[in-house]
């Protein structure tokens, strides 16, 4: 049997708090707390990577692209942000 505590999360709920959370951060050593992006912006990066490294795009092209995703999702949280502060507030 499994124990379903609270310190003893199941599966089920490990991907329930993944899929809901707003950010993650890996600590290291030496350089401290490392943001690291939502799982679905990864395989966006990680596929970008990919089209560099077999030469599909220029890797300038698959940065401009990469950083410009990293802008609008940035814009789009803190758009979320606001919005959610102003119904609190109503």
Known sequence: M??????NP???DTVERVRHADSFAVKLPIV???????P????????LGVLAALEV????VAVIVAAGHVMAAEEHHRTLHEVGDALESA
């Open 40 to 47: 679905e912006h990864l395989a966006f990066y990680a596929a």
């Open 2 to 7: 499994t124990d379903k505590s609270p310190t």
């Open 32 to 38: 401290g707390s490392v943001g690291i992006p939502r």
């Open 10 to 12: 199941s599966h089920r």
């Open 57 to 60: 795009i220029e890797w300038p």
